[in-house]
């Protein structure tokens, strides 16, 4: 079993940073893949970044913008967002995999980028 819960989020302009956490609980979190999602106002959630033992991945809507990065020892996971735009604004949650695919969620944490 894994508990995840985020933090970080808040109103910020466009062109600032944040940075998200995401805490674990449980004992496998450093042998699991996590990754971070998104979902903006009436939009579908949509995949952000992902970070394994071997490598990380990221979506191109935020490449060169977005950093994913992991802590084991702390059992955390971050994302550190620069140069933010509007279209950034959304619910982001954190997630992990058992197996192949996601399986636990966070709750979220709401993001909203400013004009």
């Known amino acids: 079993q894994v508990q995840l819960v985020e933090s970080g989020g808040g109103l910020v302009q466009a062109g600032g940073s944040l940075r998200l956490s995401c805490a674990a609980s449980?004992?496998?979190?450093?042998?699991?893949?996590v990754g971070w999602f998104r979902q903006p106002p009436g939009e579908e959630r949509e995949f952000v970044a992902e970070?394994?033992?071997?490598?990380?991945s990221i979506a191109d809507s935020v490449k060169g913008r977005f950093t994913i990065s992991r802590d084991n020892a702390k059992n955390t996971m971050y994302l550190q967002m620069n140069s933010l735009k509007p279209e950034d604004t959304a619910v982001y949650y954190c997630a992990a995999k058992a197996g192949t695919e996601y399986f636990y969620w966070g709750q979220g944490t709401q993001v909203t980028v400013s004009s």
């Open positions: 970070i394994s033992r071997t490598g990380r």
């Open positions: 449980g004992r496998t979190f450093a042998s699991r893949v």
